[in-house]
């Protein structure tokens, strides 16, 4: 008879542990549950919708193709080049808008203008020769990613610029580092009237710097920068 409560009471703390388990199992079970909806959460929204800068020219690549098309242009590396299109392309990431792209990069250079050929040919025909030893002036383009990626060809430039036959040695212009070598060339060609009207008196040197801007909405364009450097023989 003393026994009896005892039984009870084993049994009833047994029953109660093998609940405290079911309760602990399913607790677990729910708790997994809740971390995975919380990783597939955070997944998702480090996938799309963050934005920012990525990317860079392959400046070797670049300049690999120049050689390939059979252009002698000086490329010479500055990282404040790259340094102001990355200011350039954080804007555009962060505001969605491609407008201000060309100052920020002009800002930070310190350029007073960004029509490359008008500048130069403005200081050789004001003073006679480049105003001082080193200067500096460029442009900036802005390109979506998938305009560039589905570029079959190397649009008027192929056709119209003074040296056309080296600019469609570069095939498809589907690349920053296509996109950048055509248009060095474009420039390069046009920049032997400059010198002419110099008496060749000036030498020219490029630069050039790309970064990858992806807005909010997931749309991503390049911001693509050229340097022109002038300099007396």
Known sequence: MILAPYRETAQCLHLKRE??????????????????????????????????????????????????????????????????????????????ATGSASRIVAENMGWTVTNVLGELVNDIKNSGAIMSIGTSVGIT???????????????????????????????????????????ILMIDGALGTVQDISGNAVRFSYNAAAKKATTSS??????IAIEVKASAL
């Open 218 to 223: 997931d749309t991503s364009y390049w911001v």
């Open 141 to 183: 383009y802005v390109v979506e990613e998938n305009d560039l990626k589905t570029n079959t060809g190397v649009g008027l430039l192929g056709y119209l610029a003074s040296n056309r036959e080296q600019i469609q040695k570069l095939g498809a212009i589907n690349t920053p580092e296509a996109f950048a070598a055509a248009q």
């Open 19 to 96: 609940r405290m388990s079911e309760y602990l199992m399913k607790w677990k079970k729910w708790i997994a549950l809740a971390l995975s909806a919380v990783m597939a959460v955070s997944m998702l929204t480090a996938c799309g919708g963050g934005g920012g800068v990525s990317g860079s020219l392959n400046v070797s690549k670049m300049t690999g193709l120049l050689e390939d098309a059979g252009s002698d242009a000086v490329i010479v590396r500055e990282n404040k080049l790259s340094t102001a299109v990355t200011a350039a392309a954080k804007n555009v990431a962060s505001s969605g």
